[in-house]
């Protein structure tokens, strides 16, 4: 499935390096999604993304930024990560009818492994 | 109470077997359904969606819904090894905004 993309695949990074974690989908979908997934942790939503707008930031602590500069790419910007922000990380993306009431399936990306130091 | 819920299992079939997967969910105006197949180390991937009360099959695959009982489920018949999995349930709510909400996903393993 090479629908929605994920770079990089893993990534190991110190407590004060800055890095960014990129997500494109093909789809011609409208919404993006992160999400993380620790082990043994269900799938905790972060942020969506509907028509590029921000529409939901479940409570997620600011060294993690993300950024949707159009409906096709997602990053989440990282920065002084601490050691239990390691975990896996998926984007994913979907198709909202215009009237906000049609949600379709959620097309996740390989996901971004990372783990902090 | 958790808008999502599922046993984590696991839950151990034998090869051939019927492999059954529940999910409750609190928010009587969802209206959308998923349940997503999950390997270990890998993304979550559709297996089907159901919007409608009743049944919809695909393959060796069962959704049933139950909208007054707040329940779904998924069936999986002549279960396979290669079914052996983590299997998510998924909700939508529109509510305001909508809501895509996961469950914690049932571990299955089917026995050779």
């Known amino acids: 499935e090479t629908g929605v993309t994920q770079t990089p695949r893993h990534l190991v990074m110190g407590m004060t390096n800055k890095k960014s974690l990129k997500c494109e989908q093909h789809?011609?979908?409208?919404?993006m999604y992160w999400y993380k997934q620790s082990a043994k942790k269900p799938l905790e939503l972060m942020f969506v993304?509907?028509?590029?707008?921000?529409?939901e930031n479940n409570s997620v602590p600011s060294r993690f930024s993300p950024e949707c500069p159009n409906s096709s790419h997602l990053f989440l910007h990282l920065h002084t990560l601490q050691p239990e922000d390691s975990a896996l990380y998926l984007c994913?993306?979907?198709?909202?009818?215009?009237?906000?009431?049609?949600?379709?399936?959620?097309?996740f990306g390989p996901g971004t492994r990372l783990l902090v130091l | 109470q958790k808008e999502v819920e599922q046993n984590s299992g696991p839950l151990s079939v034998p090869e051939g077997a019927i492999a059954s997967l529940n999910c409750t969910y609190s928010d009587r105006g969802s209206q959308s359904f998923f349940w997503y197949r999950q390997y270990s180390g890998k993304s979550p991937e559709l297996i089907m969606f159901i919007y409608s009360n009743g049944d919809k099959e695909d393959g060796r695959f069962t959704a049933q819904l139950n909208k007054a009982s707040q329940y779904v489920s998924l069936l999986i018949r002549d279960s396979q090894p290669s079914d052996s999995a983590t299997y998510l349930c998924a909700v939508t709510v529109t509510s305001g905004t909508y809501k895509y909400i996961f469950g914690t996903g049932t571990r299955l393993k089917v026995l050779a």
């Open positions: 993304y509907n028509f590029k707008e921000q529409t």
């Open positions: 789809l011609g979908h409208n919404a």
């Open positions: 994913a993306s979907s198709l909202i009818g215009l009237a906000g009431g049609t949600q379709e399936t959620q097309y």
